[in-house]
């Protein structure tokens, strides 16, 4: 693929990912080492070491003063995979770099996809397809100060996936840093391997709660439903936020042993935790199903009432609907007329 360059000014972007909230903004210039302070003078090779030229090129532009020369440098440094290896102390230096930038990537067949990035984020996908050759760094990393520093690596030892570092990651769910946090959730969701989701469950009783919401949204994500009965067993126990969690990763794992649970879901006494139950719900198709979300057409939140109407909407596939339990208790009299066998 090819690379064209286009500055932009400043911006800031927002990213919902469920309950998750992350935030980028701001702008700024020059080089920025892991702990954030300005650094003009990097070497960009180490010593004794002699590097390919494509290899020493591409990390001499890290350290160029326009951060869409940077940002072009780490993206190149990732299409070489694991001979990109030697730029990983440079990369990683890298992720402390926000400055916005609008990179445009050839795609083949005279189309271009452009998206905003910055030259920390880029480092970090490069880091990611550089693969184990840099999981020993990017564990140091985790415990630099600078917050946006680990909130890349835990995102690039996510991408990479090796079941060892999930240990490494658990920590930072109780991160100070919000866009840590969340990122790490996101992170240890894409984990898709049975290993990932026991690992979780064996640290989960004895987490803090803050801790155990995050783990149990990574469950949801990992989309094992050997997660089920623990969840099930936790759910009338848990802290409101965590039960939260518990309710959307059930609704993920779509398995029939999680009806009841989320059923009571939809009495409980938080108004958060029976909106997600009445979303959750809407990836099981049942009669009963469909009759307790119709009457969580009458509860007195509003947010109960808009997903328990969504949560209707997806099962039946009708969208020109009342959202009104009397309406809808007129559209499932027809259905079941309609179902009706005669003997």
């Known amino acids: 693929m090819g690379l064209t360059h286009q500055r932009c000014r400043p911006v800031a972007g927002l990213l919902a990912h469920a309950v998750v909230l992350l935030w980028l903004s701001g702008c700024q210039s020059g080089y920025y080492t892991a702990d954030g302070a300005a650094n003009q003078d990097f070497t960009v090779t180490r010593q004794n070491t002699a590097l390919p030229e494509q290899?020493?090129?591409?990390?001499?532009?890290?350290?160029?003063?326009?951060?869409?020369?940077?940002?072009g440098a780490a993206f190149q440094l990732g299409k070489l995979g694991a001979e990109a290896a030697p730029a990983i102390p440079m990369l990683i230096a890298l992720f402390a770099d926000t400055t916005p930038v609008l990179l445009s990537r050839y795609i083949g067949?005279?189309?271009?996809?452009?998206?905003?990035?910055?030259?920390g984020e880029e480092a970090a996908q490069a880091i990611a397809k550089i693969g184990h050759g840099a999981v020993a760094e990017l564990r140091q990393a985790l415990r630099q100060n600078n917050p946006q520093v680990r909130r890349l690596a835990s995102k690039?030892?996510?991408?990479?996936g090796e079941i060892a570092t999930i240990p490494d990651?658990?920590?930072?769910?109780?991160?100070?840093d919000r866009q840590v946090r969340?990122?790490?959730?996101?992170?240890?969701?894409?984990y898709r391997l049975p290993q990932a989701a026991?690992?979780?469950?064996?640290?989960?009783?004895?987490a803090k709660p803050s801790v155990r919401t995050g783990m149990v949204y990574a469950l949801g994500q990992i989309n094992d439903v050997i997660a089920v009965p623990t969840l099930i067993d936790r759910a009338p126990l848990e802290e409101v936020d965590v039960r939260v969690a518990i309710m959307y990763a059930l609704g993920r794992l779509r398995d029939a042993r999680a009806i009841d649970t989320l059923m009571r879901g939809l009495k409980d006494q938080d108004?958060?935790?029976?909106?997600?139950?009445?979303?959750?719900?809407?990836?099981?198709?049942?009669?009963?199903?469909?009759?307790?979300?119709?009457?969580?057409l009458e509860d007195p939140s509003d947010r109960v009432r808009e997903a328990a109407n969504e949560g209707l909407q997806r099962l039946s596939g009708v969208v020109e609907q009342d959202a009104?339990?009397?309406?809808?208790?007129?559209?499932?009299?027809?259905?079941?007329?309609?179902?009706?066998v005669p003997p």
């Open 324 to 340: 009104t339990a009397a309406s809808w208790r007129q559209w499932w009299q027809r259905q079941q007329a309609k179902m009706h």
């Open 271 to 296: 108004d958060i935790v029976r909106a997600n139950a009445a979303y959750a719900l809407s990836n099981y198709f049942s009669p009963p199903t469909i009759e307790v979300l119709i009457g969580a």
């Open 198 to 206: 026991q690992i979780i469950l064996d640290a989960l009783p004895t």
């Open 109 to 119: 067949g005279g189309y271009r996809s452009s998206n905003a990035t910055s030259p």
């Open 55 to 71: 290899i020493a090129a591409k990390i001499a532009r890290l350290n160029g003063y326009d951060p869409l020369e940077r940002a």
């Open 169 to 176: 990651l658990l920590p930072l769910l109780d991160d100070p």
């Open 182 to 190: 969340a990122t790490t959730a996101i992170a240890l969701g894409s």
């Open 156 to 160: 690039a030892l996510g991408q990479i």
